[in-house]
């Protein structure tokens, strides 16, 4: 794309490239965008994809919380640390009292 550098997001360049190709904007996958230093325009790589599942098997994680805005991808994330928080939680507190019911530990 040209006179672009600086100004162009992942999220904007997919939305771009979705639209050129008629294709579903959450099959299509940003992998990089390159600008060169004193030019304005931006080389971009992309992944378009079947369908989402397929690019979910295929990519790690990370490229897909790349596509979500910051406020989305915080609140996935808090969410997810508190269910394993909670998760962990409960296993401890479960094994601690298996372990006392046993009958092992100091007289």
Known sequence: MKYVAGK???????DLIAKRYNVDKNT???ISLLCQTGKQDVHGKFYIYDNEGQAKRDLPRYRFLRKMSKDDR???IDSEKAENLKAKQS???SESKS???SGKGKK
């Open 91 to 93: 296993s401890t507190s």
């Open 28 to 30: 299509v996958i940003p």
């Open 8 to 14: 162009l997001k992942r999220i904007d360049a997919a």
């Open 99 to 101: 372990k006392t019911k």
């Open 74 to 76: 915080k609140k996935l």
